[in-house]
């Protein structure tokens, strides 16, 4: 075979891969998650994300998660059937939105803590903005401190605040977590202590995703 004839095939056997592929909805361009928009599926979905995409232009943003890691969060959350959540570290409220989307879907509800007052008031707003604050419970102060009014089970723990602090919440919160449940934790990559603790433990098994793999994903074994 001649070499154009070689390039010519090779042309060919790209395009009608490309074509399967579209047809399948599979490896397409379209196919990643970070290139489709999330789609509402009712009108509370559709005030959730009206309400995030708001936020981001208006600017009411501090070290929120990113929208890949929000779904991803609200995914983890809708398929561990979460009724309660429980967050550390709410910012302006938006990873609280993400997971209120999945807490719709479960009947759940999400307590989140946060010691910055305008920070929390921002999210106060937000959560109110879309519909869901019957949902979330804001809790104002050092975590460090209040956590320990938590008392019932929790299907799923989101950790997104101080890292030197991740252990202690670790140790303090993972008796609550029920055999089967979820811990979340954001930005892993600065917290080693956190990393040992949860690859070192029999009783969990850990993996990392998210954006640069920062989102650690921790299920307690039954
Ligand atoms: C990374 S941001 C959280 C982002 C939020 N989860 C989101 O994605 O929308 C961390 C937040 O944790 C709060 N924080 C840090 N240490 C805290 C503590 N000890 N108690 C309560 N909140 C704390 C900070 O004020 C900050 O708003």
Redesign the pocket.
Known sequence: MTRRRIVVAGLLMGLACAAWSQRRGGFGRFSRQGDVPALAKSDAEKRILATLSQAQKDGEL????SVSDGRLLRVLAEAAGAKDAV?I????????LWLSMALLATGGRLTT????RG?ASTARGNFKEAGVDHLVTVVEG???QTISRLKEPIDVLFI???KE?YLDYLTRLLPLVRPGGLILAHNVDTAPDYVRAVTTNPELETVFAGDGGGLGITLKKH
């Open positions: 501090f070290a929120n998660v967050e570290g709410t910012s302006t409220g938006l990873s609280g803590f946060e010691y910055d920070r050092d975590a460090h997104d605040a101080d602090g």
